[in-house]
């Protein structure tokens, strides 16, 4: 079993930023890729980011390219999302999940591993 516990969301203003953090941890057999999602009510959950096992190969949604950042410190076992440029449609609960693709989109029904999430609210 793998346990994800995020941190670091809140509420910010619009244009500004974020970093959310997930820390992993259990059996080293499902350390595996990491990634986040985001889920509005009432919509599908959408995947953002990931980050392959050894940190060098990356995966960002359109809406994630360009103003967020990905990485991991394997030492400390923990995933970063760096969020920058933050809009109002960026207002989800953002969930850490495992495993995921740092190649191509990845659906949250392939997701194994959840962490319980953490609200980012962005105010115009």
């Known amino acids: 079993q793998l346990q994800l516990v995020e941190s670091g969301g809140g509420l910010v203003q619009s244009g500004g930023s974020l970093r959310l953090s997930c820390e992993a941890s259990g059996a080293t057999l499902d350390w595996d890729a990491i990634g986040w999602f985001r889920q509005v009510a009432g919509k599908e959950r959408e995947e953002v980011s990931c980050?392959?096992?050894?940190?060098?190969?990356?995966y960002y949604s359109d809406s994630a390219k360009g103003r967020f950042t990905i990485s991991r410190d394997k030492d400390k076992n923990l995933v970063h999302l760096e969020m920058n440029n933050l809009k109002p449609e960026d207002t989800a609960v953002y969930y850490c999940?495992?495993?995921?693709?740092?190649?191509?989109?990845?659906?949250?029904?392939?997701?194994?591993?959840w962490g319980r999430g953490t609200q980012v609210t962005v105010s115009s």
């Open positions: 999940a495992s495993p995921c693709s740092s190649w191509y989109p990845w659906g949250a029904s392939e997701v194994d591993y």
């Open positions: 980050i392959n096992a050894d940190g060098v190969s990356r």
